[in-house]
Structure formats: C-alpha cells, structure tokens
Nanobody, 124 residues
Framework: QVQLVESGGGLVQAGGSLRLSCAASGRTFSSYGMGWFRQAPGKEREFVAGITWSGGSTYYADSVKGRFTISRDNAKNTVYLQMNRLKPEDTAVYYC?????????????????WGQGTQVTVSS
C-alpha cells in the first residue's frame, strides 16, 4: 500500500512559479512510475507529466512542455512538479499518482494509487 500526499499548491499570478511536492509512504516508492494529473472544474482529469522509477525518462503533455519539470528523489520518497511561466489555464486541482511496474502512463486508469490533490490557481 502506498499513500501519497501532495503539497505546494496555492494562488499565483500569471507568469509566476510554483513547485508541487508529492510525498509517498512505503519502502517500495522507488519501484513505481509516477505521474502528475490535473482536473479543472467541469473538465476531465488530464495527464500533465510522468517519470519512470529511476527518473531516467520523463514525458510531458504538450500544454506544459517547456514550462513544467517533473523530478523525483527516491531517497526522500518524493516526486516534484516545478511549474514555471504559469498561465490561467493551468488552474486546476493537481494530483500525483503511482503506478506498479516502474513506468509512467498517460492514462489515469493505469495508476494504482492517488493523492488527495492540491489546488493551483493562476490569476490573470
């Protein structure tokens, strides 16, 4: 069993930055692929970024490529999402998720554990 707890959300002006953290419990964190997703009001949950168990491979949605960076520190059981040049359309609840097998996936249904989410609001 893995428990995930996100933090770092908040209110920021357009063009600003935030760094989200996702702290995981359990000794097997390093064996999971990790993903960040987001869900805006009235919209479906969408993939934002993914990272393999080692951190050696990452992938980003086109909408955030070049602005967001996913990383992980397996010694701290934590995955991060650095968000720069934020836009109002980035406003959403952001979730981290863990997936068996060590790889990431763009599909939410492929993930086994989810955090409770953290709100990010970008004002124009």
């Amino acid at each position: 069993q893995v428990q995930l707890v996100e933090s770092g959300g908040g209110l920021v002006q357009a063009g600003g930055s935030l760094r989200l953290s996702c702290a995981a419990s359990g000794r097997t964190f390093s064996s999971y692929g990790m993903g960040w997703f987001r869900q805006a009001p009235g919209k479906e949950r969408e993939f934002v970024a993914g990272i393999t168990w080692s951190g050696g491979s990452t992938y980003y949605a086109d909408s955030v490529k070049g602005r967001f960076t996913i990383s992980r520190d397996n010694a701290k059981n934590t995955v991060y999402l650095q968000m720069n040049r934020l836009k109002p359309e980035d406003t959403a609840v952001y979730y981290c998720a863990a997936r068996f097998g060590g790889n990431w996936s763009r599909r939410a249904r492929d993930y086994n554990y989810w955090g409770q989410g953290t709100q990010v609001t970008v004002s124009s």
